[in-house]
């Protein structure tokens, strides 16, 4: 057999893109709460209100690091705006049916996250909402009674926003103690029904979406820098705190990766190649390998960076580094220093158009052998356990006229990735613990805040606009998956 016995297939979610009940029994807003919806032409926008002018505006969610409101102003929700997160796939109501409908496919595990700002509203309070714990501990339970594993990431993209309001997020040293004190409230809490856990999703997408990703309201590259190093020792005392809590605890890190080539052969193309993985690299060097490199130090010396850090902080990344490395990875990008050569990438994409490969509607190019490079790479970088976390295909779903959703596009992308995992696993040795793929709910695109951009098995009946009713319905890939679960990932026909 390709994949070991007790290999962890299921799917992934975020609770930002899921949950709903943004406002419901106790929980506070999160910086997802304040981002409207938009499409591939369009950009999501961060929404602002000025508490002593009443000025009002927008920001648009751009990927670097300009502010997100002017100053003096703070990201607010605004009357007559539609916010995807807040009814999202609506999970808070719909748990029971969705996990039965996880457990029917014969998914091992569920990756999802919780909302910090629905066990601590403020990010900052004393106590936390009691009711928030016990959603949770319900869903929990349910995925138990069904002998699913939960994989449990602690900060996915929903930093509560009074944290992001006053203290700048994750550039401020403050954030840890918060961090930890959540992080010791769920370990806790949940003893004995969690055993997987993540600390800060896609931790590398500070430098591209600091306010996504850590809450910035001022993400110049200094805060940046000092948001990132603060999530570094978060994650390092989160370690330690799950492992003298329960010392079988599995803590992981989650890095988002996509497999960097060079245009041509031209020496300077490769550089730049090797230069941009270095860059990605670079968070789990530290993360789950517990050193920062050299190169990272450097950049940091040229741009006049001074992180506000502490000698203990370099001891506790080296003694508590992550229990295994787990990565997002949809596709492959292309590098090059030729420019007036090269056709431009698609949405959210780095650098320019691979010649070589077909790309999704959203521009994203669809790479048989992504997986297995990026397999072989982080193996050979970090000698830890490996899961893949996210991978899928954000593709158009049309309800045909027999009332089903033939998504042969979905099936032919999974085949071709999971094929690329299983030969990492036979022929490179990686040492693999499972694969949740990614959206297995239909749910609220976080690039583009679509439901229109769907990866889900299983479809939500949910417009753009919020419309809909929520029904939920299986599609051709939901029976497809529940063979390849069933064996093991051996046979991936669609027959």
């Known amino acids: 057999m390709s994949f070991k016995k007790e290999f962890l297939w299921g799917g992934a979610t975020a609770a930002n893109q ?3 009940a943004y406002n419901e029994d106790g929980k506070g807003l999160s910086t997802a709460d304040v981002i409207t919806a938009g499409t591939y032409e369009t950009p999501r926008h961060i929404t602002w209100k000025n508490p002593k002018t009443e000025e009002t505006g927008y920001s648009e ?14 990201p607010a929700i605004l009357d007559g705006e539609y916010y995807p997160s807040h009814i999202a796939s609506d999970f808070y109501h719909h748990y029971k049916e969705d996990i039965a409908l996880m457990a029917e496919m014969g998914f091992k595990t569920y990756r999802m996250s919780i909302n910090w700002s629905r066990i601590f509203p403020n990010g900052d309070d004393t106590k936390p909402n009691e009711a928030g714990l016990e959603f949770y501990d319900h869903v929990f339970d349910e995925l138990n009674k069904n ?5 449990v990431t602690l900060s996915h993209y929903e930093t509560p926003l009074n944290l992001a309001i006053k203290y700048n997020g994750w550039a401020s040293r403050e954030l840890i103690d918060f961090y930890v004190n959540y992080a010791r409230t769920v370990f806790n809490r949940y003893n004995g029904k969690v055993k997987y856990w993540l600390t800060f999703n896609e931790i590398n997408c500070m430098d591209m979406m600091p ?3 850590g809450g910035l309201v001022d993400g110049s590259l200094q805060n940046r820098a000092q948001g990132t190093h603060n999530q570094f020792v978060a994650s390092a005392l989160t370690v330690k705190l799950g492992h003298e809590i329960n010392p079988d605890f599995q ?22 190649a090797i230069q941009q993985m270095d860059d990605t690299l670079f968070y789990s060097d530290v993360q789950t390998g517990g050193h920062y490199p050299n190169s990272r130090l450097k950049m940091y010396e040229r741009e006049g960076v001074k992180l506000d850090d502490r000698p203990e902080d370099y001891e506790l990344l ?3 580094p992550a229990d295994f490395l787990s990565f997002s990875c949809y596709t492959s990008n292309v590098v090059t220093t030729h420019n007036d050569q090269a056709e431009d990438a698609g949405n959210l994409q780095v650098g320019v158009k691979n010649p070589y490969l077909k790309a999704s509607s959203w521009g ?5 052998y992504v997986l297995r490079i990026a397999l072989k790479t982080l193996t050979n970088r970090y000698h830890k356990p490996l899961w893949i976390v996210e991978n899928g295909l954000g593709a158009v779903d049309e309800i045909a006229e027999d009332g089903k959703i033939h998504d042969d596009y979905r099936i032919e992308y999974l085949q071709e990735n999971i094929k690329s995992m299983r030969d990492a696993v036979t022929i490179d040795g990686a040492d693999l613990m499972g694969y949740t793929s990614w959206g297995c709910i239909d749910l609220v695109s976080a690039g583009t805040g679509e439901m229109k951009k769907r990866y889900g098995y299983i479809y939500v009946d949910r417009d753009n606009d919020g419309s809909g009713t929520l029904n939920r319905s299986r599609k051709d890939s939901f029976y497809w998956y529940k063979k390849v679960i ?9 027959d």
């Open 61 to 74: 969610l751009t990927f670097g690091g300009t502010r997100v409101a002017p100053e003096g102003a703070q």
């Open 18 to 20: 899921i949950e709903g």
């Open 251 to 272: 803590i992981g890190q989650m890095l988002a990766y996509s497999q960097i080539y060079a245009l041509t052969a031209d020496p300077a193309d490769q550089l730049k």
């Open 211 to 213: 306010f996504v990703a």
């Open 147 to 151: 002998g699913i594993e939960p994989l």
């Open 318 to 320: 080296a003694k508590y």
């Open 364 to 368: 994203w190019a669809t790479d048989p």
């Open 486 to 494: 069933r064996t093991n990932g051996e046979d991936l026909s669609k």
